[in-house]
């Protein structure tokens, strides 16, 4: 699930087509905005979403974003589809989701997918891939190279720290030792072996907003239900926050540690990716809970790597890193 922070749609003289292609990915059940085009929103969104879906010609595309790429793992994916929606074209980020969210558009749209990495034409997949997949950061994005081109050769690639590979998971992985290049699940922070590649577990915080009336069972079900959304483990879970008492209920339950957080905490909190608040939150005067409760209880650089969700309509849930 690549698409945990968001899809944004950014269109530049068609807006049909952009609501379109919006509506395609709205069906898909990802979260996504659509916006009209300019460097400012693009460069705001860079920063917010996983990925940036342009309705408007390549070059155009290519221009404007040149000025915000960083690094194949800082940058959101990023996919060009022309006015007429004929063609979808991942431009950055192939091995990042890119690849992935382009061959669902095209099918949707009945369009033509473009797609020039060998992985994805080879059946592999990709070191990146795993890494969203076991919700993990890449320690060495450098080796990812050699340790790919290894697996397009058919050679053996070692991985070790975890006893079963993601189902999903296709290519010559395998769990254990003896190969020239490993992957290794580990919480160092260096990784010098330029034929290993080193992924970093991510822990994280939940953030839980809720009715008043809702109980600690179902906040408890709530949690569960985006653990398992997530393949994550409840160990990985370093913190539960809320202003709400039956989430420090729910969280003493399960074994967690709790973090209440106060209105004047939510109403201090600034960031510019958070989700819009809904009516009734606006209505309290709050900008949100539960996305903000999980950065707030982050820590400092925490980052939202899940929106906010609802969950049987009484309880939403967001998830952020923490401890990073």
Known sequence: MWWRRGIAVIYASNE??????????????????????????????????DALVFVMA???????????????????????????????????GSHWGANDLAREISQALNST?????????????????LANLLIAKVVNVNAIVKVTSALLRGERVCVKGISSLPPQVKGNYVIGDGCKYSVIITNNNRCDDENIVCLKPLSVAIGVGSKKETSPETIKEAIFYVLDLLSLDKRR????????????????????????????????????????????????GLKGVAEVSALIAGGKDSKLILRKISYKGEVTVAVATAGE
């Open 237 to 284: 879970v370093k913190v539960i926050a809320s202003i709400r008492e039956q989430a420090e209920i729910a969280s003493k339950e399960l074994g967690i540690p709790f973090r209440k957080v106060t209105l004047e905490e939510i109403n201090s909190f600034n960031d510019e990716c958070l989700t819009p608040p809904s009516e009734k939150l606006t209505e309290l």
């Open 113 to 129: 997918l473009v797609i020039t990495t060998a992985s994805e034409q080879m059946g592999v997949t990709s070191i990146e891939e």
């Open 58 to 92: 390549l070059g155009g595309v290519v221009r404007s974003i040149c000025k915000f790429a960083q690094g194949k793992d800082k940058d959101p994916a990023v996919i060009a589809i022309d006015d007429e929606l004929k063609f979808v074209i991942p431009v950055i």
């Open 16 to 49: 049909q087509s952009g609501k379109k292609v919006a509506d395609v990915i709205k069906n898909k059940g990802y979260p996504v905005s659509l916006f009209r085009y300019s460097l400012e929103n693009v460069e705001k969104l860079w920063k917010c979403y």
